[in-house]
């Protein structure tokens, strides 16, 4: 989709309702429902982080949504594909300051560049045991992204064409952090696997943009 036409028509989805977990529990693994209860108490301490689903153009002013490979690590979420964001920090005003600072961080997007258009549904982060607060926001020119070189393995522009395919929808049977093999959704994108709470926020992120877009 053309970029000017996407921003455009952007300004609506600030009154289009959440439709929460409606739309994430689409992309949800099958045993999520099972850890929540697990972990019901957990919630209430939950750590606060924040991303952001920026939204910008290419040069050919296509619209694209940048997301992160993590590196690999001894974690959880080793060389997973995830939004740009992380843990809430003590300098941190809100949330919205953390998401704009981690994307900064880790993908070089000055918070100054960046409007924001709508806070999305939180997701609550079993394994990690964080609740994300994510964001949905555009930069109007095509960012120079410069990675994290400790944290990100690569930046990944995904078109938001493809976002919106439902032919990118997939099953994909993965190993879990619990050591687990499962058959969990996924969106294939950029060649890559993405599934959990990234793919959770991203129906939520497609599902309000097919509204305003009217597709």
Do not use: C
């Not at 999520?32 to 982080?49: E, P, Y």
């Amino acid at each position: 989709m053309n970029f000017n036409e996407f921003i455009i028509a952007l300004p609506k989805i600030k009154n289009i309702p959440l439709p929460a977990e409606a739309s994430q529990f689409k992309m949800a693994p099958p045993y999520r429902d099972k850890l929540i209860k697990q972990q019901k108490d957990n919630i209430k301490n939950a750590r606060q982080s924040a991303v952001m689903a920026l939204f910008y153009p290419d040069i050919k002013q296509l619209t694209k949504l940048v997301l992160i490979l993590r590196k690999t690590y001894k974690g959880v979420h080793s060389a997973q594909v995830g939004f740009p964001g992380g843990k809430v920090e003590h300098e941190d005003q809100n949330l919205l300051q953390t998401a704009l600072r981690e994307t900064h961080e880790e993908v070089g997007v000055s918070p100054n560049v960046i409007e924001v258009y709508k806070e999305l549904s939180q997701v609550y982060i079993p394994p990690s045991n964080f609740m994300v607060q994510p964001y949905l926001g555009i930069a109007k020119q095509t960012p120079k992204f410069i990675k994290q070189e400790t944290e990100v393995e690569d930046v990944l522009e995904v078109y938001l064409a493809d976002l919106l395919d439902d032919s990118n929808l997939t099953n994909k049977v993965v190993k879990t952090s619990y050591g687990v093999e499962v058959e969990v959704p996924a969106y294939l994108l950029n060649n890559h696997l993405v599934w959990g709470a990234t793919a959770m926020m991203l129906a939520e992120v497609k599902d309000l943009l097919k509204q305003t877009l009217k597709l």
